[in-house]
């Protein structure tokens, strides 16, 4: 068995033998619908579905919870926490706009679809045309559609750079089962110094997978690529 580490060189070849640290800006995240989605993918396909991964911007890998009872077992020993039920709480994808506006168009219309509305078109071109646009009739009614119609896998790699690709190795894939969009944050706009527009979404899901890859060492990557990601 080996012996600890007490020096630093021996710890930074252990470190690259793992090919480096991980870095928080590695990531890809992708949407997979099931062949009974039944909503409008308009703005998913044709190239747009790239442009919306390449502009998220912010994400996590979502926690894991267990919701928790109280037995006491022996006299004098206090109460006992035992796990009896798995809880997945929400997570929260942000996404930077571009002048399309493909993303906010693609979650709004996702949305929209829920409830069985349909996504306005212009009239036209330029202000005068959004100027003349109505919305829908005011006596539509929303019919919710059933889950499996607007359902989707939402999966979250976690990447990291070799000397290929700064995303060449994904040591884990998280897929989030059964998601839906069930909020879209407000999108601020205001005068003064410009910033890029960002829309963030909330998702619901029944429960994720973890996968675990297997990038392997890359024996090619050494710490001085590693830091020069950084």
């Not at 021996?10 to 992708?30: C, P």
């Not at 809880?87 to 929260?92: H, I, L, N, P, Q």
Request: negative net charge.
């Amino acid at each position: 068995m080996p012996g600890p580490v007490t020096q630093i060189d021996q710890f930074m070849k252990k470190i690259g033998n793992k090919g480096g640290m991980s870095l928080t800006t590695g990531f890809d995240v992708y949407f997979q619908f099931g062949d009974g989605v039944s909503i409008d993918q308009k703005f998913y396909n044709n190239g747009d579905d790239d442009v919306v991964h390449m502009l998220c911007d912010e994400a996590q890998l979502p926690n894991v919870q267990s919701a928790t009872g109280g037995m006491n077992r022996y006299l004098g020993e206090g109460t006992v926490q035992y796990p009896h039920t798995r809880m997945f709480t929400d997570v929260s994808l942000g996404f930077l706009c571009d002048a399309q506006m493909t993303p906010f168009k693609f979650f709004s219309n996702w949305y929209g679809m829920i409830y069985g509305d349909e996504m306005v078109d212009m009239d036209g071109n330029g202000v005068e045309g959004a100027r003349g646009t109505s919305p829908l009739q005011k006596n539509r009614v929303n019919r919710l559609k059933y889950m499996d119609e607007y359902q989707a896998t939402v999966k979250i790699m976690k990447t990291e750079p070799n000397n290929a690709s700064p995303s060449g190795r994904v040591p884990t894939v998280v897929m989030l089962e059964n998601a839906y969009p069930y909020a879209i944050d407000a999108v601020p706009l205001a005068y003064g110094s410009s910033q890029v527009t960002r829309v963030n979404v909330n998702f619901y899901y029944s429960r994720h997978t973890v996968v675990s890859g297997n990038p392997g060492n890359d024996a090619n990557f050494n710490l001085r690529s590693f830091f020069d990601f950084l």
